[in-house]
């Protein structure tokens, strides 16, 4: 059964830190991972992405202030956000995706508010 568990959401002030991980289970040869969000009434739009050999992709609007970086575990594939010098902007839902082949699988989303 695959699985794509989202954690590490949250209420934040601007400036601050939060983490999110999203786990994959039940998944083999991800080729890319990655994070998109998506605010009320907005598209959904990319984050950052993370390629099986490390290649990292982020959007301009985070360039410097995130990080991907991805954990490939026998059973499960982790990818974490670590996002820095946050921004109202930056609320959103947060979900995660995973690609094998042609196939791509989200995660439920996990909320991240950022108080000015």
């Known amino acids: 059964q695959v699985q794509l568990v989202e954690s590490g959401g949250g209420l934040v002030q601007a400036g601050g830190s939060l983490r999110l991980s999203c786990a994959a289970s039940?998944?083999?040869?991800?080729?890319?991972m990655g994070w998109y969000r998506q605010a009320p009434g907005q598209q959904r739009d990319l984050v950052a992405t993370i390629t099986s050999g490390g290649s990292t992709n982020y959007a301009d609007s985070v360039k410097g202030r995130f990080t991907i970086s991805r954990d490939n575990a026998r059973s499960k594939t982790t990818v974490y956000l670590q996002m820095n010098s946050l921004k109202p902007e930056d609320t959103a839902v947060y979900y995660c995706k995973s690609t094998v082949g042609s196939r791509n699988y989200w995660g439920q989303g996990t909320q991240v508010t950022v108080s000015s």
């Open positions: 039940g998944i083999f040869s991800i080729t890319v």
